[in-house]
């Protein structure tokens, strides 16, 4: 084998070697934009116990509403009752 078939092979395979680490680097930066992608994800899920409280604050919350309007009709029904319209 002469110098120039060893050049012509190193030239070959540095032409690879270039081309592998353009693929490497853009694979990098994917995975960058996607880890970027993860966290703001990872960031915004709310955890079981999270949704089960905010459920269970929702849930008071309504059933104070309720009772609010219950007395309301018991007084209106009450009102109505005494002027014998009902």
């Known amino acids: 084998m002469d110098k120039n078939d060893k050049n012509e092979i190193l030239s070959a395979i540095n032409t690879f070697a270039e081309s592998v680490d353009r693929r490497f680097e853009s694979i990098d930066q994917r995975f960058d934009r996607m880890e970027g992608r993860i966290g703001k994800i990872e960031g915004t899920v709310v955890t079981k116990d999270y949704l089960g409280e905010k ?4 849930r008071g919350d309504l059933v104070i509403l309720v009772r609010k309007e219950d007395n309301k009709m018991n007084k209106l029904i009450d009102i109505l009752t005494h002027k014998q319209v009902l």
């Open 55 to 58: 459920l269970s604050d929702l």
